[in-house]
């Protein structure tokens, strides 16, 4: 069966290795980033084209890839007067790779359906390097059909690839996990903070909670930095500001309230404020070993 012609947009660290990870499968690719540098680097692999708009891309490509930043960029680039749905084909796929807000992603599928085009959400776990080699775990969703054609090529990006129902349960689902885990890391590096604060010794209190239910992988990613400086959880502030945010919104949309979450984006907006936001998560300790009342 001939491979589909894909069109992808957003070459950062993790949609540039993606877009690798399809070059050496075999696939043609359509490509569009504001970084030159980035585009040079996928044509210079082969294959490969450079286009112009999201027009141009969706009107060359079978199945159309994004890897973008926020749910307003995706909006932009979709909804534009030259942006993808005044391009895209009937029978064409969009997939939506970043972690956006669900009812965005349903209100673009809606309006991609009546042009014949299907969508699928497919927010991702796991790191960059991951992704070169095809291991990233997917969380997709969409209508059955449409993720069963979209299905092949999740599983050349992908070594877990998760069905989780109707368009924005993939969306939903990493919105949850990021406030669980970014929730985690910024009690655990608040934790750090207090026992400086109170002179108690950080590897002692870590040696403490690491041998009972509080041990995660979080947990070692915070002692990483608090204790050993380390910074190697690579998730900026920045980014975890974004999805808490982008998680009390959608909890809003549920008609209820994630106090939990507020006081987690509060922390991170802080964060952020306090010009920290290029810093990975665990480097929040800072912010709080700093904070006075």
Known sequence: MTKPVIGFIGLGL????????????GYQLNVMDLNKDAVE???????????????????ASDVVMLCLTTSEVVEKIVYGDDGILAGIKEGSVLIDFGTSIPASTRKIGADLAKKGAGMIDAPLGR??????DGLLNIMAAGDKETFEKAKP????????VFYLGALGAGHTTKLINNFMGMT???????AFAVADRAGVDRQQLFDIMSTGPS????????KNYAVDGVSDLGFSIANANKDLGYFVKMVEDLGTRALIAEGTSTNLQAAVDAGMGAGNVPEIFDYFRKLDK
């Open 127 to 132: 790191t960059p390097a991951h992704a070169k």
């Open 41 to 59: 680097a996928v044509l210079a692999r082969g294959n490969a084209s450079e286009v112009k708009s999201g027009r141009e891309l969706a009107e």
């Open 153 to 160: 090529l999740l599983d050349v990006l992908g070594e877990n």
């Open 14 to 25: 993790m949609g540039g290795n993606m877009v690798e990870c399809l070059q050496k499968n």
């Open 184 to 190: 985690t890391v910024c009690a655990m590096s608040q």
């Open 215 to 222: 041990s995660s992988p979080f947990m070692q990613f915070c």
